[in-house]
Every structure is written in C-alpha cells, then in structure tokens.
T-cell receptor, first 115, second 117 residues
Framework: EAGVTQFPSHSVIEKGQTVTLRCDPI?????LYWYRRVMGKEIKFLLH????????ESGMPNNRFLAERTGGTYSTLKVQPAELEDSGVYFC?????????????FGPGTRLLVL | AQSVAQPEDQVNVAEGNPLTVKCTYS??????LFWYVQYPNRGLQFLLK??????LVKGSYGFEAEFNKSQTSFHLKKPSALVSDSALYFC???????????????FGTGTKLQVIP
C-alpha cells in the first residue's frame, strides 16, 4: 500500500511569488490534514479535510493560504503571495475512520524556503 | 487549551543503555497521547498511542511509553538503545472535551535522540 506522498519535496521561491504544494493521501482515507513546522519549533496544525469538506481550518495563518481537496482525493495548499515567515516544512497526513484517536500517517513533507 | 512540552532539545545515550525521552502535557478533558519519530529526510512515523486502559503502551521498534495521569506525563522509553534509533521524536496530544469533542492534535517541539556507538 502506497503511503502519503507530497510534491514537491523542496521549493525555493522569492517573496511575493506563488507556490502550490500537493498531497496525495493513502487511498481510501477520508481525513486529510495539513501541518507546518517552522525551524526548530513545534509542528502546528493548519487544517483538516473530511473528504472534500473543510472540517477545521482554524490553524490557517491568514488568507494568503488556500487549501483545496476537490473530489475528496488529493489536496493542494497554495500560498499567494509568499512571505519570508512562510518558510518551513509542510506536512500532510491522512487517516481513516471518524477523526478522533485514529492514527495519522504522514508524508515526507515539503521544505519551503521563501527568500 | 491543550499543550505539550518536550523539555529536552537533545538526548544523548550510549548504545545498549536504556533511553527516555520526556513529554508532559496539559489538557482540559481526556488526553489521547501519541509518539512519532522522524528519520532524516523522512516523514513522521507513528510509534505508539495511549487511548485508554493499561498505562504502559508498547509500540514499534521496541519502544514503550507510560501514561502517568498524576504527573501528566507520557515519557517514551526503550530498554536498550540502538544507533539506528537516532532520530527526532515528537510527542503529541489530542484533547477530548465533552462539550466540544475531539480537538486538533498538538505536537511538541521535538527531541533529537543521539545514540552513541
């Protein structure tokens, strides 16, 4: 069974540019989560999809971040325009069943550097 | 609000010795606790979780963790460390509040474990 995959693995962009990150969850997983880890700090929740619906987007930093999950399969996270403080590692995770104490399976992350 | 603390940025241990990676938490309701490990250039891998029941939880790769409600701790342990255990370890908590249901997962800042040959 394929795990959670993320693309790209690395992205270096200039301030003001747009970047789109993609996450492909494990097939059949209804829950999809986005997280971010800024250098040396905790991994912070961004948002949670159940199928194509946003269940909780309370962790999204501001309106420069837009997440979508059309069709309830893969998800994209767009940052537009990117700022220096958006640099970090963006993780995607997926799980099945009712969101609660289920195990979340993480992708390898996308390392974003905004110059 | 829920929170997790991993008081040590780095833990060094000699190969073959027991290891402990500390984690304490704070929640309003019932805690559900998790440990994840991240190897270099890899994503987080699930190690173990505490939901309810036995306070001693056994997980992958010989790791275990003990839930201690009075001390609000969930320390990760292994009887005999391997060099291959060197990685970044994250503790996480998910609160369950009767009025609000499950809260989002909160992670600690991570502890780097270095096992010295």
């Amino acid at each position: 069974e394929a795990g959670v995959t993320q693309f790209p693995s690395h992205s270096v962009i200039e301030k003001g540019q747009t970047v789109t990150l993609r996450c492909d969850p494990i097939s059949g997983h209804d829950n999809l989560y986005w997280y971010r880890r800024v250098m040396g700090k905790e991994i912070k929740f961004l948002l949670h999809f159940v199928k194509e619906s946003k269940q909780d987007e309370s962790g999204m930093p501001n309106n420069r971040f837009l997440a979508e999950r059309t069709g309830g399969t893969y998800s994209t996270l767009k940052v537009q325009p990117a700022e220096l403080e958006d640099s970090g590692v963006y993780f995607c995770a997926s799980s099945q069943g009712l969101a609660g104490v289920e195990t979340q399976y993480f992708g390898p992350g996308t390392r974003l550097l905004v110059l | 609000a829920q929170s997790v603390a991993q008081p040590e940025d780095q833990v060094n241990v000699a190969e073959g010795n027991p290891l402990t990676v500390k984690c304490t938490y704070s929640v309003s309701g019932n805690p559900y606790l998790f440990w994840y490990v991240q190897y270099p250039n890899r994503g987080l891998q699930f190690l173990l979780k505490y939901i309810t029941g036995d306070n001693l939880v056994k997980g992958s790769y010989g790791f275990e963790a003990e839930f201690n409600k009075s001390q609000t701790s969930f320390h990760l342990k292994k009887p005999s460390a391997l060099v291959s255990d060197s990685a970044l370890y994250f503790c996480a908590v998910r609160d369950y509040i009767r009025s609000g249901g499950y809260q989002k997962v909160t992670f600690g800042t991570g502890t780097k474990l270095q096992v010295i040959p």
